[in-house]
């Protein structure tokens, strides 16, 4: 617990200091939460939907995860809560299982991710590449867009059915109308965040004219209801009736253990790449193992409240920033908004039309989309082209963690490619040591590139005695010493010598591990080097 308290520092309370903790940054922040409370009650009862549980249990997610992470999370400015990416997983658990286990699985993806932060894991987050960078974030953008269709369909007797007619119209052009208010209004007044005002003033032309076009509460009655909405502590079970969590036993930890991995990572890996663009467009950076501990310790809150757990919300996160929410005050009062309108106020959530929502969320599929990637398409190397449209597809058609791992596998074999390519030699003759043939080795030497390497050697053709030369080069792992020894292995049997110089240390401490025997070099004085395999008996192949 004491390493726990260390790994999560008290609120960053500089932060309001750098942006000026004035009443207007206080005003802005407040009305940044207030705007986010509203976009995340239809996204927490859908993604609540998709995972097949009560409406309330996303709902209770949105608010813990949201409160916990925006008080003690690595990155002010970020919004967490119920997510499209974990609810896509935790249906199968909970169709097959009970929720009981799907809190149970919550507590343990938390305990994971407070792990991760621990042992500072977070980190890794920099070996993302920037093309898989930007195909997540389109992709991301495209299934945000893909997300709002459902609000253009109706029940119908054969399944979903499009809407038509005068309601479409309608909704596209309420939808219009949000937008067109979002991007005008910065051009008229700051006081009040776009979103919001977007928000509130189509919903007062929707009530006031008395439009027939669907609302928040018409999502509620399709979803299951809101029955402790308006009546929540009447049953005298609370707000939502009590589950216990599945009983801790090694059966239930081997059926919530895949789930509580999957779910851990999808969380982190969305979180991390959350925190690092809003870094990017807030100045900000660092906080990664903070975030990882804060996320799970919300997530285990979460699982024992009977919240279906959550991470870092790209969507809200980016109308949180474009609104002017820079500090905690904005994500602490987006969740204490949202839990006013579970409490108190859903008779006035429930007026507002969803069509207002879904302009919202088309303004944040257009800021988010990266739109300068596709002109550098032709500008960028061709595996770069194709790593942000792999990532992209990808992430549209399975998921954000799936993607971000093909990515770099894909980029990190790439790269080991062009590397392998690099392994070259000059070769000349020894000044120091006439009659001596001296091979000036250039590039990494590496798994990818050791045939390359076996293939500089003449060994027929050399003289009796051969010094390879590594001052330009690199030995990296035990497929280069393999291949050293293969290549010494082949002089060994013509009756030749073969001498290394110009070890690096940490190769020369590889080659030592590896058991080869050493003795001084006259040219490299500080380090010993591989020389004379006449003696060797079985350097690597047998180590």
Known sequence: MALLAKQISPPNL????????????VRTELLSGLTVALALVPEAVAFAFVADVHPLVGLYAAFMVGLIT???????????????????????????????????T?????????????????????????????????????????AQMTQFTVPGSEGEE??????????????????????????????????????GIVAVLVIAMGLDVPRVGDMASIEGGFPAFHNPFGTGEGLYPPHMLAPFTLETLWIILPYAVILAAIGLIESLLTLNLVGEITGKRGGASQECIAQGASNVVTGFFGGMGGCAMIGQSMINVKSGGRTRIAGIAAALFLLLFIVAASPLIEQIPLAALVGVM????????????????????????????????????????VAVVVGVIVSALAYAWNNARR??????????????????????????????????FDVAGDPDHVIVDFARSRVVDQSALQAIEAVAGKYEAEGKTLVLRHLSRDCHQ??????????????????????DYSVKTGILGGH
């Open 106 to 146: 919550v507590v343990l993806m938390g305990i994971l991710q407070i792990f991760a932060g621990v042992m500072h894991w977070g980190k890794f987050i920099r070996l993302v590449p920037h093309p898989v960078m930007l195909g997540f974030v389109n992709g991301l953008a495209i299934v945000i867009f893909l």
């Open 70 to 104: 925006a008080v003690f999370g690595g990155r002010p400015g970020m919004i967490s809560g119920a997510t499209g990416a974990l609810a896509v997983v935790m249906v199968a658990l909970v169709a097959d299982h009970g929720v009981e286990y799907l809190f149970a």
């Open 423 to 456: 392994i070259h030699a000059y070769t000349r003759e020894s000044e120091s040591d006439k009659g001596a043939k001296v091979y000036e080795i250039e590039g990494p030497l590496f798994f990818g590139s050791t045939d390359g390497f076996i293939e500089l």
């Open 14 to 25: 500089s932060i309001m200091q750098d942006e000026g903790f004035t009443v207007g940054r």
């Open 162 to 199: 499009w809407l038509s007619g005068t309601s479409l119209y309608m909704m596209l052009g309420l939808v219009a109308l949000t937008m067109v208010i979002i991007w005008g209004m910065p051009k008229i007044t700051s006081v009040i965040p776009a979103p919001l005002a977007g928000i």
């Open 362 to 401: 088309f303004m944040v599929v257009i800021g988010t989309f990266a739109w300068n990637s596709l002109k550098i398409m032709t500008k960028v190397p061709l595996m770069d082209a194709f790593v942000i449209v792999l990532v992209t597809v990808v992430t549209v058609m399975s998921d954000l963690a």
């Open 510 to 531: 590889l080659l030592t591990k590896a058991g080869h025997l050493m003795v001084d070099s006259d040219d490299d004085p500080e380090y010993e080097v591989a020389v």
